[in-house]
């Protein structure tokens, strides 16, 4: 049975949108998690467009608002010195990859609807590979750039990266990265008064776990493509500027421990069996009361989401301790 792109969801949600000729592909991509910000309110009509694809494509709205406002400051018919065009400034050739991957046979990126939505999955699909500062650094200095960067110096969070190699990225991208992340920030003390920072940093922690799903188990990798249980932790922490240690004995030491009746959404939880330690990240995914853990898991099943670790003898057998990173 044949699957409709995602982007029909968006058709669905939004309306009528702008005489789109949609093809119906197999293997349509899965939608990402709900962003944790979803309660914030747009304040005006382009906002409403960018959250409902923000909404789609998994993006935190704070995230989405800081961007576009980078991007055009909300100027549906902005175009910049070499090409990039619309509200999120999406360049041409950029487009017509997106377009081919959504399966858009025609489209205007002068239309506020569709730039929203190209700009959002492209966004989405940068963040799912390199975590949010290096996921904006590659919307905007582009992902082969970020790729290269990587490659010569892995292993380093953005804020390490800059301080030791930040000659090597260009200051128009370092000042986009930065401007972004403080417009993000105001934008979620704004509107979650009650959540503290360490809990914004929780939902960004589950978030980009889960985003995660999917990818693939190799001992010792410790991301963006493929991770080990610890590996998976230490760059989903390492995205938000937490050293967490790179491997489960160095966490154990290095992170405060809790207990089980403290456990808080985004904590680790470890175990020890016969063959080796193993750790993931709790949160309670399925919304049902339980504990859930996003972890790395085999070779063969990659990076999953364990339902309901705590109701399997196979796990709670094997426990040794919960730590936190906040």
Not at 140 to 148: E, Q
Request: glycine share 10%.
């Amino acid at each position: 049975m044949h699957a409709v792109v995602r982007i029909l969801s968006v058709l669905l949600i939004a309306g009528t949108w702008a005489g789109w000729e949609v093809l119906e592909r197999q293997n349509a991509p899965v939608t990402s998690p709900a962003p944790f910000s979803a309660t914030i309110a747009p304040t005006t009509d382009v906002e409403a467009l960018i959250f409902t694809a923000a909404d789609i494509y998994g993006v935190d709205r704070a995230l989405a608002r800081a961007v576009l406002t980078q991007e055009s400051g909300g100027d549906a018919m902005a175009t910049s010195a070499v090409g990039a065009a619309g509200l999120m400034q999406v360049m041409p050739g950029t487009a017509a990859g997106i377009a081919q991957e959504l399966g858009v046979l025609s489209y205007d990126l002068y239309d506020p609807q569709t730039n929203a939505t190209f700009g959002m999955y492209y966004l989405s699909e940068k963040i799912k590979r390199y975590g949010v500062p290096f996921g904006l650094a590659a919307y905007n200095w582009g992902p082969s750039a970020v790729d290269g960067l990587l490659s010569r110096h892995p292993g380093m969070d953005w804020a390490a990266m800059v301080a030791a190699y930040g000659g090597e990225i260009p200051e128009e991208t370092r000042g986009y990265v930065a401007s972004i992340l403080a417009q993000m920030e105001e934008t979620q003390v704004a509107y979650t008064p009650r959540v503290s920072s360490s809990g914004a940093v929780r939902a960004r922690v589950i978030q980009l776990a889960l985003a995660q799903v999917g990818k693939g188990y190799v001992l010792g990798a410790a991301g963006p493509d493929t991770f080990d249980c610890s590996g998976l932790v230490h760059w989903v922490y390492a995205q938000q500027g937490i050293e967490t240690g790179r491997d489960t004995f160095a966490q154990l030491a290095q992170l405060p421990p809790i207990d089980a009746n403290q456990i808080q959404a985004g904590d680790m939880i470890y175990f020890q069996f016969s063959w080796d330690q193993h750790t993931g990240i709790l949160a309670d995914v399925n919304g049902d009361g339980r504990w859930d853990m996003i972890n790395a898991g085999t070779p063969q099943i990659g990076v999953v989401v364990t339902d309901n670790v705590f109701g399997d003898p196979f796990w709670t057998n094997a426990i040794i301790g919960y730590r936190r990173a906040l």
